[in-house]
Each structure stands twice: as C-alpha cells, then as structure tokens.
C-alpha cells in the first residue's frame, strides 16, 4: 500500500524568500505523485502533478516539484515566497493499480513572516 | 456547472444519532472518494468509488457506508455517531487522465463540519 510523509509540520519563510517543502513516499511501483494547497478555511486545490516523463514538473502560481525516483521524493519548491502562499500544502500518491485511492500526507502548514 | 456540492456545510450531532453526508457532481467523473481532514493528520481516505455500483474501503473506513446508487451521487453515512467521527469532511470526484492509463486528478467539495457530542 501506498503511503506518504511531510517530515516538516511548519515552516515560516521570510516573503520573497525561497521555499522548499519535503514530501517523501513509499510505493512498490512508479508512482502518481501531486501537490494540493489548501488556503485558510477553503478546500483544497491542485497546484501540480507527476504521471510520467520529465521530472521536473510547474504547477500553478509558480510552484515547481522535482520527482526523484533514487530518494522517493517529490519536493515543492518556489523561488520567492508571496504573502499569499501562507496556507497548507499537501503532497498525495496514487498508484497505478490503484489510481483512484489518492494517499494524502499529513500536511506542511507555511507562514510568511513580512 | 456546480462541480463538486456537499451538504450540510455544518451538523452537530449527539452520540448515537445518524446522518447522512451527501456529495453530488455534475462533471460525469467516475470515481468518487471521500475523506476526512483532522489537525495533524492530513486528508484520510474514507471510502471510495470507481463507478456506479462499485465501492471500495479506504484507510479509515469503520464506522462509515457508502453506496453508490448513480454516477452524480455518493452519500456517505454514520450509523451510530461517535466524538471520535468529529471533523471536517470532504467530498471528491476524479476524471481519467486522457493518454495515461488509471491517472487521475481530484476536484474537492468545500467540506462539511461536523461535531459529535
């Protein structure tokens, strides 16, 4: 079975700083590996996916991840941080004999000291 | 084109009562899931389902029922509240990715509250 860690639970970046969030995880198999953000008391939106091909994936307001198959993570980075990027990050898995049964991790809350 | 619509938004419930969660989309996805959002402990899968008819256990599934009567809908149910049930839950639904065979990416609801006393 799937699974999923976010060894960081808060992170506080100065805005316009750099940010790179953890994600690693654990599947037998290539996996399908995302990142979803959710803003203070909202749902949660897609910010980027990996099915296969280049490793280094863009997503939405200008976050990148990079699949390493060698060190089974999947790390969201952004070069310059914006107030509005304060929210939870969350990093899931699927399989690909399991595609439907998305594995969350347990989430990186992100602060943004002005 | 509502997308994702769960009801209710908020529901206090007494230990021992039941209710209903309901989900409904409108994007024809096949797969529905939902989960349950508690501090610290991210998204949990709950139950999910490929298609009408068809359902499957996710990773916290015990004191929960599904069904999945139509493609639109996917109610999810608490016979016998317990406190422990008391979070936020959310609802969502997943269309194939074209050209990569069983990928597919979720659209959430905007989750219900629900507090077990």
């Known amino acids: 079975a799937q699974s999923v860690t976010q060894p960081d639970i808060h992170i506080t970046v100065s805005e316009g700083a750099s940010l790179e969030l953890r994600c690693n995880y654990s599947y037998g198999a290539t996996p399908y590996l995302f990142w979803y953000v959710q803003s203070p008391g909202q749902g949660l939106q897609l910010l980027l996916k990996?099915?296969?091909?280049?490793?280094l994936v863009q997503g939405i307001k200008g976050f990148e991840a990079e699949f390493k198959r060698s060190q089974s993570s999947f790390n969201l980075r952004k070069p310059s941080v914006h107030w509005s990027d304060a929210a939870e990050y969350f990093c899931?898995?699927?399989?690909?004999?399991?595609?439907?049964?998305?594995?969350f991790g347990s989430g990186t809350r992100l602060s943004i000291r002005p | 084109n509502a997308g994702v619509t769960q009801t209710p938004k908020f529901q206090v419930l007494k230990t021992g009562q039941s209710m209903t969660l309901q989900c409904a989309q409108d994007?024809?996805?096949?797969?529905m899931s939902w989960y349950r959002q508690d501090p610290g402990m991210g998204l949990r899968l709950i139950h999910y389902s490929v298609g009408a008819g068809i359902t499957d256990q996710g990773e916290v599934p015990n004191g929960y029922n599904v069904s999945r009567s139509t493609t639109e809908d996917f109610p999810l149910r608490l016979l016998s509240a317990a406190p422990s049930q008391t979070s936020v839950y959310f609802c969502?639904?997943?269309?194939?990715?074209?050209?990569?065979?069983?990928?597919?990416?979720?659209?959430f609801g905007a989750g219900s509250r629900l507090t077990v006393l």
């Open positions: 969502a639904s997943s269309y194939k990715v074209a050209g990569m065979r069983g990928a597919n990416v979720l659209t």
């Open positions: 899931a898995v699927a399989g690909y004999s399991s595609a439907s049964k998305i594995i």
């Open positions: 990996y099915f296969s091909g280049d490793t």
């Open positions: 994007m024809n996805h096949e797969y």
